[in-house]
């Protein structure tokens, strides 16, 4: 391969200038995508006062927060609307692809037993009824 001169490199440059020019937004843009990022979360802070809800906020509600965001996922709906009780999962379930989770109990009745907290807490019903025990209270 041949080594190119000053002069031949120059008349390329002469030839494509706009290959070789380039306008300066088109050569400084990850630097003003930074820049831009850097302004809008120091206005997000500031605006929302970030500091200040992170000082006040009650962080021994944060377990109970979580808990309830995880288990809303696992949820299922129960289908009234048809001849017998049906339990729907969410389309992408984390309980996999034919979940059928030990805490959902499908009585020989028809109806269905959810267990929330073993058998202290948990809810049986069926079409017509609900049954809610909690603490061994009915």
Known sequence: ????????????????????????????????????????????????????????????????????WISYDLQPEFRLDQPEITPKYPRFSALGENPNPDWVIRNPDGTYTVQIDGEAKSVTFDKARATIVAYGET
């Open 1 to 68: 391969m041949a080594t190119m001169t000053a002069d031949e490199i120059r008349a390329i440059e002469e030839r494509f200038p706009q290959v070789f020019r380039q306008p300066l937004y088109k050569r400084f843009w990850p630097l003003l995508l930074i820049a831009g990022t850097t302004l809008y979360l120091a206005y997000a802070v500031s605006f929302f006062s970030l500091p200040q809800v992170l000082r006040e906020s009650h962080w021994e509600r944060l377990p109970l927060f979580l808990s309830q």
